[in-house]
């Protein structure tokens, strides 16, 4: 059973919906996004009366707009709790403390935030909201100096981003503070089967600029990063299963392997893979799986066979947000045109509404091994030379 909400379902998720007559709950925003009669639409009392009579139905959504439905109609069942088990990164924090007894976390309240002694707390860290998405008042904080001039002026920031998403999905009333975790970062689909077992459908290596950066820019995959991770990130998200009781249950998980080779949990997005149908249409021009198939049908990849046939190459999602520094209301347009000429083989680009989302899109590439430049030139890129103003 499919969920659909805004802000964007992809091409490729509608065609895998139709293809395979998923049962797709007819709610008036997916009714207003999807205007396709032939697919498989379900009543929302006769969604709601399924997974009442059957809580092992599998759920799929597209967006995290979609828990608000969840959280009204599906209330009576286990379904909201282990959302918001995953989307509170405080709730999410305690599941896992005894796995991680020594990790520093603090959650705090907005209105606590200036005026909490920095002496407290344990630096670098990072700060965020509580219930967050997309980066959006992210921060990596390395002194109590730099703590005061960051807190300060978190109100303004989130006053740029606090109407563009529901509650569900960013609530600033409370934010989180975590230690700094040092080491390469990764993003992993996932799902956990009818028996509870983790099935992992993708793992992307989630590059950065630089200490301070915690921008979502570049997420690449390849057969070589798979075969390197895959084990090590099957035992730990077998363990989150375990502690969680999840089956039937897809999720989106952030991680970060330390200097140790200890797997730590940055956060996990519940009920879906990367936003704005990213992470799991990737997986499609990487390595020919249906990641949305794979879960609603209890697929298994059978990575062997999938890497005979896999060139060895980089597949990666490029976010293409405005750090440019120029408010979007002096921005007349993006180049997309001139961007796509900066690689050697884009897949696909998605356009947004950046001055609504703050983002101007999304890029798919495939990059060669010997021309990972493209790929750094963009993680640096402010983005000006593709903007008019």
């Known amino acids: 059973m499919i969920l659909i909400d805004q802000p964007y379902v992809s091409d490729f998720l509608i065609k895998t919906i139709k293809e395979n007559q998923f049962p797709i709950v007819a709610t008036s925003v997916a009714k207003s996004m999807i ?64 796995h991680f007894p020594e990790y520093f976390f603090k959650g705090i309240p907005i209105n606590n935030l200036k005026d909490f002694p920095a002496a407290e707390l344990q630096f670098p860290l990072i700060i965020k909201p509580a219930v967050g998405f997309f980066s959006l008042a992210v921060h990596k904080i390395d002194t109590a100096k730099e703590w ?145 198939n794979y879960f609603l049908n209890g697929k298994v990849p059978n990575w062997n066979e999938i890497f005979k046939n896999n060139s060895n190459k980089l597949f990666s999602l490029i976010v293409l947000d405005n750090n440019s520094g120029i408010n979007t209301n002096e921005i007349k347009s993006f180049n997309y045109d001139l961007l796509l000429k900066d690689f050697e083989n884009p897949l696909e680009i998605r356009k947004v509404n950046y001055k609504k989302y703050g983002v101007f899109g999304f890029l798919f590439t495939q990059t060669s091994l010997e021309n990972q430049q493209e790929l750094n030139s963009i993680l640096v890129s402010k983005l000006t030379n593709y903007i008019e103003k």
Not at 40 to 58: C, G, L, M, V
């Open 148 to 292: 005061t001039e960051i807190i300060n002026g978190i109100e303004a920031e989130v006053e740029t981003f606090k109407d563009m998403y529901p509650k569900e999905v960013v609530d600033i009333s409370d934010f989180i503070v975590e230690e700094y975790i040092d080491g390469e970062e990764y993003a992993v689909d996932c799902y956990f089967d009818n028996n509870g077992k983790v099935v992992v459908l993708n793992i992307l290596h989630h590059i950065f600029s630089s200490s301070k950066d915690v921008s979502d820019r570049v997420y690449s995959t390849s057969q070589k990063i798979i075969e390197t991770q895959l084990q090590k990130f099957e035992n730990f998200l077998q363990i989150v299963g375990n502690k969680a009781q999840l089956k039937n249950f897809p999720m989106h998980v952030e991680v970060r392997i330390n200097s140790q080779g200890k797997v730590i949990p940055i956060e996990i997005n519940p009920l879906r893979f990367g936003g704005w149908c990213t992470t799991g249409d990737i997986s499609w021009y990487a390595f020919g799986i249906n990641s949305y």
């Open 35 to 98: 205007t396709d009669d032939a697919l498989n639409w379900i009543s929302e009392k006769d969604a709601i009366n399924q997974y009442n009579s059957n809580q092992n139905t599998r759920v799929y959504s597209n967006s995290e707009n979609a828990i608000n439905w969840i959280e009204q109609h599906l209330k009576n069942t286990e379904l909201p709790k282990k959302i918001q088990l995953f989307k509170n990164k405080i709730a999410f924090r305690e599941l896992l403390k005894d």
